[in-house]
Nanobody
Framework: QVQLVESGGGLVQAGGSPRLSCAASGRTFSSYAMGWFRQAPGKEREFVAAISGSGGSTYYADSVKGRITISRNNAKNAVYLQMTSLKPEDTAVYYC????????????????WGQGTQVTVSS
């Protein structure tokens, strides 16, 4: 079992570069691929990025490619989402999630979820 807790969200100006963090519990963190999703009001949960258990492979949604970087530190049981050049349309609740396979772009492929962290981008 993996428990996930996101942090780092908040109110950001357009063009800003916040970094989201996700702290994981459990001694098998490196055996899980990790993903970030986001959900805006009235919209479906959307895949953002994923990273393999070792951290050696990453996968991004086309909508964020070039602006967002996913990384992980297995020694700290943490995964990160570095965002740059934020736009108002990036406003959403951002979730981290754990999966046993990589890459998974559907939320159905993730067994464990954090509670989410709100990112609001002001224009």
């Amino acid at each position: 079992q993996v428990q996930l807790v996101e942090s780092g969200g908040g109110l950001v100006q357009a063009g800003g570069s916040p970094r989201l963090s996700c702290a994981a519990s459990g001694r098998t963190f490196s055996s899980y691929a990790m993903g970030w999703f986001r959900q805006a009001p009235g919209k479906e949960r959307e895949f953002v990025a994923a990273i393999s258990g070792s951290g050696g492979s990453t996968y991004y949604a086309d909508s964020v490619k070039g602006r967002i970087t996913i990384s992980r530190n297995n020694a700290k049981n943490a995964v990160y989402l570095q965002m740059t050049s934020l736009k108002p349309e990036d406003t959403a609740v951002y979730y981290c999630a754990a999966s046993t396979t990589f890459p998974r772009t559907s939320y159905r492929g993730y067994a464990y979820w954090g509670q989410g962290t709100q990112v609001t981008v002001s224009s």
